[in-house]
């Protein structure tokens, strides 16, 4: 199961920016705390789900068998494999916008704990992510029982395109 240890950096989408897209008076603090607690986050769980990759930029762990990919896309580095608390040598590669871990065959068996980091930070999110939250927002603002399959929001989807990755294998 994916696990978020440590995050870097801000927020992809700043509550400046949510504010001044949907309007609304950055003088309340209760809505504030609405957009930035529920809006923001959920906007990016759904990007998250329709791109099949980790946007919030952090330090997250994974546990995977030799030859299996981890779950999510946009994997930057991976820091340590470890089977049975002991550090093992590994070999990373991408497959399809995903990252498999390869270890020696003999710890083929073992359940591999890899930790990695993910994600952007608000400075290198990419422009269309930028644009897709912002317009997502927007509708989740607006009409708060919009659910991640509304077609509202699925036909932005292609301001995705080019960080989503490939169903699972």
């Known amino acids: 199961m994916l ?3 440590e995050p870097i950096g801000d927020e992809l989408i700043s509550l400046d920016e949510v504010v001044m897209q949907v309007k609304a008076d950055g003088d309340i603090e209760e809505e504030n705390t609405y957009i930035q607690k529920v809006l923001i986050p959920g906007a990016i769980g759904i990007a998250e789900e ?5 946007l919030r930029k952090g330090i997250y762990k994974e546990t995977v068998f030799s030859g299996q990919s981890l779950s999510k896309g946009n994997v930057s580095a991976i820091h340590t494999v470890i089977a049975n608390g002991v550090s093992l040598v590994f070999e990373h590669k ?5 990252s498999v871990i390869s270890v020696d065959h003999q710890a083929e068996v073992d359940a591999l704990e890899v930790t ?3 994600g952007f930070d608000h400075a290198a999110c990419p422009a269309p ?4 939250l912002l317009m997502v927002i927007g509708f989740l603002y607006r009409d708060r029982d919009l659910s991640s399959k509304d077609p509202k929001i699925r036909n932005l989807d292609f301001l995705l395109a080019s960080i989503s990755v490939p169903g699972g294998f």
């Open 94 to 98: 991408k497959v399809a916008g995903r």
């Open 50 to 54: 329709v791109t099949g990759s980790i």
């Open 3 to 5: 696990q978020l240890i």
């Open 129 to 132: 992510l930028r644009s897709w």
């Open 116 to 118: 990695f980091a993910a």
